[in-house]
């Protein structure tokens, strides 16, 4: 071997940095998922974000009152940056009255009453009032097409890339229209970003102007279950849809299913669902070596090297007892240029069970790297070229 070939070898395992564990052969199959009636259904792990099973995840479905769960995140947003605050006075405008919601969910709110944001919360969360939606759009917004928009920039912000609200209460419009898995994004969303307003979802009533209305999730009375939320929908064009999230032994999981035939299919769909991933899945966080997960080159850099994390802590979700049968393998960007921002994606590990990819992860940058000024910049520039001379290797976020 020509020492130019030995060089550029000893770079290529230095500077490519991938690694692996080795699965046994004795590995177990993943269990099957169970067979689900409805149009598009999602089973994810909150911890992890990972979708442990799903069918047509990404088709277009009308949301329904799915959509409330979206109002609610703008509202919550809105009172964690101080915007709003739960105690103000609302007062009813005739295009929030009850009234203008015939055959439908309501709070029966009337015009000129003054009803404070939390009970509009726990109108919308709870009764599902599409009055309700109204009332605090336009407390928020001025008006519901700006509300509107809140909504749409907030899902894109979100990545819910196929999804689409033309109203905030889900009564069907024909432009309107989301997918399973992105309900599953929205609602990890709200569990982790507002821990004050996730609460409301387990409560089972809500009483006002003495009308108690129920809430509809039968899941919350099912005591196999431990299941805290989180929203029914329906209209005759989207079926009977509903998303739940259920907390056992420290994990949780989110299921979604949407347009099954009757409040009984989705009950029972869901509740299929849920229990399977907790029996057959579980969330871990495996560890890395120091030399997996050290610091990483940063060109033209001040510092010229930064730290590395994994995104979302680094959890993973994986079927039970498979844990040692895992392999990963992780790829950097080796070509990372100043000016780098904290929470930048430099790398990914890939997740594999027996050979075929799991999961991905991202890996982010844990602190910011600036442009270094030119005369301590001048070393990088005499020996990058060298470098890539040797070694052409370089992975580039998606």
């Known amino acids: 071997m020509t020492l130019k070939a030995i060089i550029k070898h000893f770079l290529f395992i230095s500077v490519f940095c991938s690694t692996s564990v080795s699965i046994s052969a004795q590995a177990e199959s993943m269990p099957s998922p169970p067979e689900i009636a409805a149009k598009a259904w999602v089973l994810m792990s909150y911890e992890s974000g990972q979708v442990i099973a799903s069918e047509n995840e990404q088709a277009l479905l009308a949301p329904a009152s799915l959509t409330k769960i979206m109002t609610t995140y703008v509202v919550g947003k809105e009172l964690n940056a101080g915007h709003i605050a739960a105690d103000d006075k609302v007062i009813i405008s005739e295009n929030a009255w009850g009234q203008k919601f015939p055959g439908s969910s309501k709070m029966f709110l009337n015009v000129g009453d003054e009803v404070s944001v939390d009970d509009l919360n726990r109108g919308v969360i709870i009764s599902s009032g599409n009055d309700a939606t109204v009332a605090l759009a336009e407390h928020v917004a ?91 929908g329906y209209t005759k064009k989207a079926g009977y849809s509903l ?45 890395f070596s120091s030399k997996e997960l050290s610091t990483l080159k940063v060109w033209y850099g001040s510092p010229s090297a930064i730290a590395i994390e994994v995104a979302d802590g680094g959890t993973i979700t994986v079927p039970r007892r498979q844990r040692k049968n895992i392999e990963h393998r992780i790829f950097y960007n080796n070509e990372l240029e100043a000016p780098v921002e904290k929470g930048t994606q430099v790398g990914k590990v890939e997740w594999y069970l027996n050979d075929e990819l799991l999961t991905e992860q991202p890996i982010l940058a844990a602190e910011s790297a600036s442009k270094a000024p030119w005369y301590k910049s001048m070393i990088d520039v005499v020996w990058r070229p060298i470098g890539q001379w040797f070694t052409e290797q370089d992975w580039e976020p998606k």
């Open 243 to 287: 998303v739940s999230s259920a907390e056992q032994n420290g994990q949780r999981l989110i299921a979604v299913v949407m347009g099954t035939e009757s409040v009984n299919t989705r009950r029972i769909e869901s509740k299929k669902l849920l229990t399977w991933g907790f029996r057959f899945f579980q969330d871990i966080t495996p560890q």
């Open 142 to 232: 001025g008006h519901q097409p700006a509300f509107i928009e809140m909504m749409n920039r907030t899902a894109e912000k979100l990545g819910m890339d196929n999804t689409y609200f033309a109203n905030p209460h889900g009564l069907d419009s024909e432009d309107q229209h989301t997918t399973a898995y992105d309900m599953a994004l929205l609602t990890r969303a709200l569990i982790q970003d507002l821990p004050d307003i996730y609460p409301f979802f387990k409560e089972k009533s809500f009483t006002f102007q003495k009308i108690k209305q129920g809430n509809r999730n039968a899941l919350l009375w099912d005591t196999s279950l431990n299941v805290d939320g989180v929203k029914t």
